[in-house]
Nanobody, 113 residues
Framework: QVQLVESGGGLVQPGGSLRLSCAASGSIFRPYYMRWYRQAPGKQRELVASIASGGNTDYVDSVKGRFTISRDNARNMWYLQMNNLKPEDTAVYYC???????WGQGTQVTVSS
């Protein structure tokens, strides 16, 4: 079974930055896609960013130009650098694959003055 552990969340002011990390352990065959999702209170979980094995990236329109996803295949880790954070980015952030497997606990990101 694959275990996913997210970290790096916290409370930041609008315009601030955070770097999220995802650590995967267990039986992992180097995944083609590594992804970040988020879920705000009362809303559906949404795909935020995706990175393919060759480095191609994809982002939801609301975070383009502000978020950057990267991966470290040797460590089975991937990251989400979040800049110029906005209150609407407040959510629990989760990492996973495509298609998603079991979900971790996520990491809380709160953007507030």
């Amino acid at each position: 079974q694959v275990q996913l552990v997210e970290s790096g969340g916290g409370l930041v002011q609008p315009g601030g930055s955070l770097r999220l990390s995802c650590a995967a352990s267990g039986s992992i065959f180097r995944p083609y896609y590594m992804r970040w999702y988020r879920q705000a209170p009362g809303k559906q979980r949404e795909l935020v960013a995706s990175i393919a094995s060759g480095g191609n990236t994809d982002y939801v329109d609301s975070v383009k130009g502000r978020f950057t996803i990267s991966r470290d295949n040797a460590r089975n880790m991937w990251y989400l650098q979040m800049n110029n954070l906005k209150p609407e980015d407040t959510a629990v952030y989760y990492c996973n694959f495509a298609p998603p497997l079991n979900w971790g606990q996520g990491t809380q990101v709160t953007v507030s003055s």
